[in-house]
């Protein structure tokens, strides 16, 4: 167990929909991660956040949307939803907002449009 | 032409046999590399980190990284039908904020 907690486990929702990912980051952990992984893509970075700011965007299309709380978990906002958003999102913690500490994930969210 | 590749596989060794796994990468700005496990329906598992060339070794597992041939491999000694899962690399560019870039994963089954 990597101590990474995400909600829910599965989703399925309609075109157009808008959805909230949950994520809770290991304790003592300042830094949240938000990956996506499609059959086709493989694991995306999508976006980071440091102690409640965020630090980097990675292939985030501009209908998601994330932030990280005080108490440090984490919520990716997905809206208008398509099909091609279809996939696993996975949420990931480390202790520092660098490289230095590796990124430990959770079992991430089954979304799948229909 | 992707950054990191990995053969999707599948890879199929009888248990107690060495699985060997590797990935090619194009930027020489990766300073930090990892291999991942991911089992079917869960999230990926750390399962080493290592930094710079050279050779790190963790109980059966041994993972080695060439930079001057931008190649990293990942062994595993005695394999077990508990190994079997997707294994993927990633790497990460210093200063880049956690930006790990992965390969697809090579699908590992160890038969009994």
């Known amino acids: 167990d990597s101590g990474v907690t995400q909600t829910p486990k599965h989703l399925i929702t309609a075109t157009g929909q808008r959805v909230t990912l949950r994520c809770s980051p290991r304790s003592g952990d300042l830094s949240v991660y938000w990956y996506q992984q499609s059959l086709d893509q493989g694991l995306q970075f999508l976006i980071q956040?440091?102690?409640?700011?965020?630090?980097a965007k990675g292939n985030i299309l501009e209908r998601f949307s994330a932030q990280q709380f005080p108490d440090l978990h984490s919520e990716l906002n997905l809206s208008s939803l398509e099909l091609g958003d279809s996939a696993l999102y996975f949420c990931a913690s480390s202790e520092t907002q660098g490289q230095v500490s590796p990124l430990h994930f959770g079992n991430g969210t089954r979304l799948t449009v229909t | 032409q992707k950054e990191v590749e990995q053969d999707p596989g599948p890879l199929s060794v009888p248990e107690g046999a060495i699985v060997s796994l590797n990935c090619t990468y194009s930027?020489?700005?990766?300073?930090?590399f990892m291999w991942y496990r991911q089992y079917s329906r869960k999230g990926p598992e750390l399962l080493m980190y290592?930094?710079?060339?050279g050779n790190k070794e963790d109980g059966r597992f041994t993972a080695q990284v060439d930079k001057s041939s931008k190649y990293i491999s990942l062994f595993i000694r005695d394999s077990q039908p508990s190994d079997s899962a997707t294994y993927l690399c990633?790497?990460?560019?210093?200063?880049?904020?956690?930006?790990?870039?992965f390969g697809a994963g090579t699908q590992v089954v160890v038969t009994p």
């Open positions: 990633a790497m990460i560019v210093p200063d880049s904020w956690g930006k790990l870039q």
């Open positions: 956040y440091y102690n409640g700011e965020e630090r």
């Open positions: 930027n020489s700005a990766f300073q930090y």
């Open positions: 290592t930094y710079s060339s």
